[in-house]
């Protein structure tokens, strides 16, 4: 049974910077490309981050493109999220999410087989 877990979410002040980890129970998680993404309150889930599997490719959201860094050490089956100058705009539950095998997912959510049930993260302005 795959599972991915997150952790490192939290409340955080504005300015502030949080490091989210999602550690993958996936056995194909060096060939699969991973990715984040957050559901606000109230609103629907959207993308933030994504990987490849050999790590060499990555996009992001507009909305933290320069801010977030995803990155990945296959060796440990572990995804991160960097998350520097927060927002509070960035409060969120916050889930990792696992592709099948060598398909480079990016930003579409349907395109990701695997989910974790998310971390919260809470910027206070």
């Known amino acids: 049974q795959v599972q991915l877990v997150e952790s490192g979410g939290g409340l955080v002040q504005a300015g502030g910077a949080l490091t989210l980890s999602c550690a993958a129970s996936?056995?194909?998680?060096?060939?699969?490309?991973m990715g984040w993404f957050r559901q606000p309150p109230g609103n629907e889930r959207e993308f933030v981050a994504a990987?490849?599997?050999?790590?060499?490719?990555?996009t992001y959201a507009d909305s933290v493109r320069g801010r977030f860094t995803i990155s990945r050490d296959n060796a440990k089956n572990t995804v991160y999220l960097r998350m520097n100058s927060l927002r509070p705009e960035d409060t969120a539950l916050y889930y990792c999410?696992?592709?099948?095998?060598?398909?480079?997912?990016?930003?579409?959510?349907?395109?990701?087989?695997?989910w974790g049930q998310g971390t919260q993260v809470t910027v206070s302005s």
């Open positions: 990987i490849n599997w050999g790590g060499d490719t990555t």
């Open positions: 996936l056995r194909t998680f060096s060939t699969s490309a």
């Open positions: 999410a696992g592709a099948r095998a060598r398909l480079w997912s990016g930003a579409s959510q349907s395109r990701y087989d695997y």
